[in-house]
């Protein structure tokens, strides 16, 4: 019984501790609800600072598929029976840098934007778009940045 009161009270001193119950966001959305087939899917990805601390992000928003390539972004896109789309742009980059990295106060956000069409073989159909954003990077000239792993809420894409 002592160590169960112990726990709960070093779990409550984690999650009241400065720093450790910053909010951050990660929100996708299309332009548009329909696409027809062959034309630009843009994609708009926004990270929000909803906490009440700044919070120092990875800005850059490179779209690429997770493990061998940097990346911070990379998107789960499933048809009507639930398969998964391959990724089919690997693009060669290098880790983020100092420049890539911003502070965003309480409230602010930071922008980025993508052409799904350009990466995914997207035919005429229904399909669901979840985003996942993540930063690993912690570069040496930037005091503090967010690190972990976001994902979105799931979005429609109609393409006709």
């Known amino acids: 019984m002592r160590f169960f009161r112990v726990f709960i009270g070093v779990l409550v001193t984690l999650i009241s501790w400065p720093g450790l119950a910053q909010e951050l966001e990660f929100q996708v959305q299309l332009e548009q609800p ?18 009440q601390a700044p919070i120092c992000v990875n800005q850059r928003f490179l779209v690429n598929w997770p493990g061998a390539f940097p990346h911070e972004v990379y998107f789960r896109i499933t ?8 990724f089919l ?8 840098e100092e420049m890539d990295f911003q502070q965003l106060l309480p ?14 073989p997207l035919g005429v159909g229904s399909y669901r778009v979840e985003a996942i954003y993540e930063n690993h990077r912690q570069p040496s000239s930037v ?15 109609v393409v006709e």
């Open 34 to 51: 329909r696409y027809k087939l062959g034309e630009p899917i843009i994609c708009n990805m926004s990270l929000i600072n909803r906490g």
């Open 79 to 86: 048809d009507r029976q639930g398969r998964l789309l391959p």
């Open 89 to 96: 742009l690997l693009m060669r980059a290098s880790d983020a």
């Open 107 to 120: 409230g602010q956000l930071v922008k980025g934007k993508c052409d799904l069409n350009r990466s995914y």
């Open 143 to 157: 005091p503090s940045s967010w690190q972990g792993r976001l994902r979105s809420q799931p979005i429609e894409l």
